[in-house]
């Protein structure tokens, strides 16, 4: 019998927090589900939780967060990081960014904005319910182009691609793709059941995943993980990976990748 079908009394656990973990955290990747990411507040936010999920301190080069912000909470401040870029896409609720002077957006979800290194901006939450977002932060890599300017869409404003001509994949490349003035992706990746890389992929590019819906079997180094919804991954360069899709839905998620500059020596 598993777990959660046990009849356990009120304020109890099922057994299984050892045996049931997939959370796995190695060398250069991380599998985890959401259970396990713990709660952290922020200074420059009121009524609202992070959960990180990727950081310098795991081996990423950047920092990825969910933020739950409740109705009325947001940033209490502009918030502005001298050389850093950061990234928000809406999981569900609505949103209300204001950057410098701009007009105030309001987004739901699949609502995502971009700004560029030492941009002030302030998000809150303008609805009734939860507002969950998903947030990045990455250091810039500035080269001899003028940095990116702010972007504030939705991915039904995307186009639907697949670069790749295989029959059940595809991408919407939120940021845009092949602009060296971009130093990373933000690409949402769908794939049906049956359809998988061509290859198992090593390369040099880090990536952040989150897993929006369906589901299926992560390869990461040596070994496979069962993936399902809310569930993140870290894959620092050159960790082995591939995904085979399962169940009957389409599965679907966001993939952060660092591209378009030289190797730091
Ligand atoms: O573009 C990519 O690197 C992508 N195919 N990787 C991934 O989904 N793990
Ligand atoms: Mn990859």
Redesign the pocket.
């Known amino acids: 019998m598993r777990p959660h079908m046990l009849n356990v009394a009120p304020g109890r656990l099922p057994p299984g927090a050892i045996g049931h973990n997939r959370g796995v955290v190695k060398r250069n990747y991380a599998f985890m589900p959401p259970e396990g990411v713990l709660k952290s507040r922020l200074p420059a936010y009121d009524a609202t939780v992070a959960r990180f999920l990727a950081a310098p301190v795991l081996g990423a080069q950047f920092a990825q967060f969910v933020l739950e912000i409740a109705p009325g909470g947001g940033s209490n401040r502009t918030i502005a990081e001298a050389g850093v870029q950061h990234f928000f896409y809406v999981l569900s609720g609505t949103a209300v960014v204001r950057v410098d002077d701009a007009r105030p957006s309001e987004l739901t979800a699949g609502g995502f904005f971009y700004v560029p290194p030492g941009t002030g901006f302030s998000v809150k939450n303008a609805g009734e319910g939860e507002a969950r977002l998903l947030g990045l932060r990455k250091r810039y890599e500035a080269i001899d182009l003028p940095a990116p300017e702010l972007i504030v869409s939705h991915r039904d404003r995307v186009p639907r691609e697949n670069p790749t001509g295989l029959e059940g994949r595809g991408?919407q490349f939120l940021l845009p793709f092949g602009d060296m003035r971009f130093d990373f992706?933000m690409?949402l990746?769908w794939f049906q059941t049956g359809a998988c890389?061509p290859d198992v992929?090593t390369?040099v590019?880090e990536?952040g995943?989150y897993m929006l819906r369906g589901q299926g079997l992560?390869f990461l180094g040596e070994d496979w993980h069962e993936i399902w919804a809310d569930d993140f991954?870290w894959?620092g360069g050159f960790c082995p990976?591939?995904?085979y899709p399962t169940g009957f839905e389409e599965a679907e998620?966001l993939?952060y990748?660092n591209v378009n500059r030289d190797i730091a020596l």
Do not use: V
Request: proline fraction near 0%.
């Open positions: 991408f992706e690409n990746m890389f992929e390369h590019m990536h995943l992560y991954i894959m990976q591939q995904f998620y993939l990748k």
